[in-house]
């Protein structure tokens, strides 16, 4: 069974930056999509970014489009998200997640099988 644990959350002010890092624990790392999610109080919880294991190719959020750039490590079983720019808005709890399933679109929030415990983000302004 892989395990995902986020890091790198923090306070920072507005225009800063974080990088957040995901460690997958287990056998194997061979994932479809991985991904990083956020959500706030109340709120529906929503995709920020998200790479294809196979050829890193990377997709985003417009809302992050420019300020953040998500990468894999393959070696060393991890997924970081570089944030730049950080806007209050970009609060959030931040999610680290996994898709197993091959085929299944970068999009598809239920095709994440594997999720973490999250990590707080908050930019203050």
């Known amino acids: 069974q892989v395990q995902l644990v986020e890091s790198g959350g923090g306070l920072v002010q507005a225009g800063g930056s974080l990088r957040l890092s995901c460690v997958a624990s287990g056998s194997t790392f061979n994932f479809y999509h991985m991904a990083w999610f956020r959500q706030t109080p109340g709120k529906e919880r929503e995709l920020v970014a998200a790479i294809r294991t196979v050829n890193a190719a990377a997709r985003y959020a417009e809302f992050v489009k420019g300020r953040f750039i998500i990468s894999r490590d393959g070696a060393k079983k991890t997924l970081a998200l570089q944030m730049i720019s950080l806007k209050p808005e970009d609060s959030a709890v931040y999610y680290c997640?996994?898709?197993?399933?091959?085929?299944?679109?970068?999009?598809?929030?239920?095709?994440?099988?594997?999720w973490g415990q999250g990590t707080q983000v908050t930019v203050s302004s």
């Open positions: 997640a996994a898709q197993s399933s091959v085929g299944a679109s970068w999009s598809n929030r239920d095709a994440y099988d594997r």
